[in-house]
């Protein structure tokens, strides 16, 4: 995997925004993401065939784009999709099942905040691990305390070198601190869901990423 595809990383879900999911997404594209997670969960969330319905009008504008698509959690979905993608997190079904289960080509993410954690996520096969909370968020409602980008660095210094993602109420004015800690890229929901102009809002991110270098 190519890891510049991981660099500005756009999380959403319906409840993330009060706009139409596809046209945040569609504007998030032209200011420049280069990949999607669809994490459909929380308070009033779609399930059934309203969130299939969804991810795959969802990805539809994302092959139409290039932008690559990941599910998170749901590998039911993801398989039925034929998704680029999965997200897992440590309590959720572990990578080694999705590998058994999914398409060679299905890149396979994993939530690791401890030097343990991602060890395990080389050993079984992750191609990225997604580190977080950054920063305090209120986007996610089980969200533990902060790790801050101290813990990017730390895992670096480690030798860790699976790409990683950082995550966690990241937003323009604290995205470069992710990205000096050794991060190669950014995931982020509500500085570009939430944002009245999520086009602009994504530039804006990836203006930082390119002055720290993520430029390809
Ligand atoms: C890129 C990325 N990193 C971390 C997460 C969090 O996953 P998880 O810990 O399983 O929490 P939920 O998102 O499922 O609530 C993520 N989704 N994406
Ligand atoms: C899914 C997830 N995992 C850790 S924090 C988080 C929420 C990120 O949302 P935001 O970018 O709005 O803080
Ligand atoms: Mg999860």
Known sequence: MNRHILS?????????TNESPVHV???AIEGGITCFQFREKGHGALVGKEKQQLARE???VCQANGVPFFVNDDLKLALELEADGIHVGQDDIPVREIK???PASMLVGVSA????EAKSAVEDGADYIGTGPMFITSTKEDADVPVGPERIRFLREEGMTL???????IDEKNAHHVLEAGADG???????SMSRHPKQATSDLKKIL???GRNE
């Open 8 to 16: 500005l990383y756009f999380i959403m879900g319906s409840n993330n």
């Open 25 to 27: 997404l569609q504007q």
């Open 58 to 60: 969802l990805q539809q």
């Open 163 to 169: 790409p990683i993602v950082g995550i966690g109420g």
């Open 100 to 102: 058994k289960l999914a």
């Open 186 to 192: 950014i995931a982020v929901i509500s500085a570009i």
């Open 210 to 212: 390119m002055e720290n």
């Open 113 to 116: 905040k401890t030097l343990e």
